[in-house]
């Protein structure tokens, strides 16, 4: 999965199309560009990239055994998909990359609003003009990432929109109120011969749904009872959240019928999954190292399964990503206060987390003044988890006796890394410890200082040390 937005990372810059390309119907016919459908398209290149192993749905993790094969088989059946889902599960990133299955560059009519393959025209006026310059009608060519079109589905979403709407300036020019080219088109039909994303379907009104209906199975569109027919070509697909399903909104029955697959989304199934998609979707403003980034994910799957948390709203990826991003800004507002070049995040750091996060997190009713409480037991099990993960069979009695015999270790938001590491004498056990974490013994200062802020976190978690924490400090103690 990814979280995507679930949104854009960076604008797709699209080139222009490659100049030896047709640009008339006639050339177009004569180099063997025919009429194809979308879903004939989409199916024939995900075949091409299932065969050749290449990945077809890059920046999705951790669906590779559950959701990308159904969703391809969706995709080979021809079908029209809803996928089911929390939020910040990777819905509408993976409804994106559908785009990569489409032909980098396909024909079109010039000046068509329609996007009309110049050999299958389906408007009045297209087919007027094809009728008119036959081989000659120009061709444009348009690119797969123009191709895909997204609607948000709000209430207040309205049949012209999605479908289409008297135009009363074409009115004003004086064509009468019967002419179809008083028309102006919605989002589905200007998606002819693309694919058209729903996100959160069931927040339409049902009336709206209605009007999808056509689309969906008969492949046309009504508008205030025009005739027009016209023979749409689309593949669409939709997300909801499965409480919304039910509750707040709903698909309604018929409009549910026509979907060919429903399929069910879901958080990161492995630690490794989780911190992955952290990784990759984290905009880092400083060094985070895989132990806190481990902690984190460690913490949100511990969220997941707190009776404290409404699981219902679920705990969104998003989350996870947002806790990295808000740990490296802490180590680079460190580096700023204290003048250390290269900043490092701590697991000090990781204090930042659950006051600045607690506001993206639905808690049980009854649970009302005892958010950062429990958000706070369920990041120090996270932490020790971890730190038991690493440290596990190593004796850090060295590291307690030394703290025992006064050597206090203070950190926290205006202490640098080399001050941590100072406050210690030199120990055997320290080097281990950095070893464990994959750090070397002449790694930067900030990494060998995490290092051993994890391991004394993990003394302090299981009792063997003090710990007094005030006003953005912590110092470790017997």
């Given amino acids: 999965m990814s979280t995507g937005s679930e949104h854009m990372r960076s604008v797709v810059v699209v080139n222009e199309a490659p100049s030896n390309l047709p640009r008339t119907a006639g050339e177009l016919r004569a180099a063997g560009y025919l009429p194809r459908g979308v879903k004939t398209e989409i199916k024939e290149n995900l075949l091409a990239a299932l065969r050749s192993g290449a990945s077809a749905w890059p920046g999705i993790v951790g669906f590779d055994t559950t959701v990308l094969p159904q969703l391809e088989r969706a995709l080979l059946a021809g079908h029209d998909v809803v996928l089911l889902g929390e939020r910040g599960q990777g819905k509408t990133r993976l409804l994106r990359t559908l785009a990569g299955l489409l032909d980098e560059w396909t024909p079109v009519i010039e000046g068509s609003e329609l996007g009309e393959h110049p050999l299958e025209p389906i408007t009045p006026a297209s087919i007027r003009r094809a009728a008119e310059l036959g081989d000659d009608l120009p061709v444009a060519w348009r690119h797969r990432s123009e191709r895909y079109a997204e609607k948000l589905a709000t209430p207040d979403t309205s049949v012209g929109d999605l479908i289409g709407d008297v135009d009363p300036v074409k009115v004003a020019q004086g064509r009468s109120l019967g002419d179809p080219e008083t028309i102006h088109f919605g989002l589905v039909p200007r998606a002819h011969r693309g694919i058209v994303a729903v996100n959160e379907l069931p927040d339409l009104a049902e009336r709206i749904q209605v009007a999808l209906l056509n689309v969906m199975e008969e492949r046309d569109i009504q508008v205030r009872g025009y005739t027009l027919r016209l023979p749409l070509d689309v593949l669409l697909v939709a997300t909801a959240n499965p409480e919304d399903y039910t509750n707040r909104g709903r698909i309604i029955t018929p409009l549910k019928d026509r979907f060919g697959a429903e399929i069910r989304t879901h958080y990161p199934l492995s630690l490794k999954g989780e911190i992955a998609l952290v990784r990759q979707e984290a905009e880092l403003s400083a060094e985070v190292g895989e132990v806190l980034l481990e902690i984190i994910a460690r913490f949100v799957r511990n969220l997941r399964e707190s009776a404290a948390i409404d699981q219902r709203s679920g705990v969104s990826a998003r989350f996870a990503v947002a806790a990295a991003e808000t740990v ?141 924490a005030e006003d953005g400090t912590a110092v470790y103690g017997p």
Avoid: C, M
Avoid at 334 to 353: H, K, M, N, Y
Avoid at 365 to 376: C, P, Q, V, Y
Avoid at 408 to 416: D, M, Y
Avoid at 457 to 463: M, N
């Fill in 328 to 468: 490296a800004a802490a180590a680079l507002r460190r580096s700023a206060l204290t003048g250390e070049d290269e900043p490092v995040a701590r697991p000090i750091d990781l204090d930042s987390v659950p006051a600045v996060l607690r506001g993206k997190l639905e808690f049980e009713s009854g649970e009302e003044g005892r958010e950062t409480e429990h958000l706070t037991h369920l990041l120090r099990k996270a932490t020790a988890e971890t730190a038991r993960a690493k440290f596990g069979g190593l004796d850090l009695r060295p590291l307690t006796d030394a703290v025992a015999d006064g050597h206090l270790v203070a950190t926290g938001e205006k202490v640098p890394a080399i001050e941590v590491l100072q406050a210690l004498p030199e120990l055997p056990v320290l080097h281990e410890v950095a070893a464990r974490v994959g750090v070397k013994p002449d790694d930067n200062p900030g990494r060998i200082a995490a290092a051993v802020e994890l391991a004394l976190e993990l003394l302090y978690l299981q009792r063997k040390v003090a710990k007094d």
